[in-house]
Nanobody, 127 residues
Framework: GVQLVESGVGSVQAGGPLRLSCKASGLSFHDRGMGWYRQAPGNECELVYIVIEDGETYTSPSVKGRFTISQDSAKNTVYLQMNNLKPEDTAVYYC?????????????????????WGQGTQVAVSS
């Protein structure tokens, strides 16, 4: 079956960096695209970054210039490098493939979607 596993649980002070990874098994990020999302308590699922299968990308304005992604195709792993973190970046971060092209709802697969989600990893940024 398909499995996405995030790692990189972290607690960091504001201004610091953190890197998350998302490793896929049973699915190719290169062929299907993927996305990073986050959800803070009481908030809807926010789209952070997506890359679709033709290589086109989208970065949320809230993280543009601070977050970047890289990919290790041999490991089928995508990394989310987060720099200059802010307390408002505190959330549970999820990866999903193929990507959901919008924010909203919960960071979980819905019955209308044909994608896969990781279990989420907590990021806490203290001021």
């Amino acid at each position: 079956g398909v499995q996405l596993v995030e790692s990189g649980v972290g607690s960091v002070q504001a201004g610091g960096p953190l890197r998350l990874s998302c490793k896929a098994s049973g699915l190719s990020f290169h062929d299907r695209g993927m996305g990073w999302y986050r959800q803070a308590p009481g908030n809807e699922c926010e789209l952070v970054y997506i890359v679709i299968e033709d290589g086109e990308t989208y970065t949320s304005p809230s993280v543009k210039g601070r977050f970047t992604i890289s990919q290790d195709s041999a490991k089928n792993t995508v990394y989310l490098q987060m720099n200059n973190l802010k307390p408002e970046d505190t959330a549970v971060y999820y990866c999903a493939a193929p990507p959901r092209p919008r924010s909203g709802g919960s960071c979980r697969k819905t019955s209308a979607e044909f994608n896969y989600w990781g279990q989420g990893t907590q990021v806490a940024v203290s001021s």
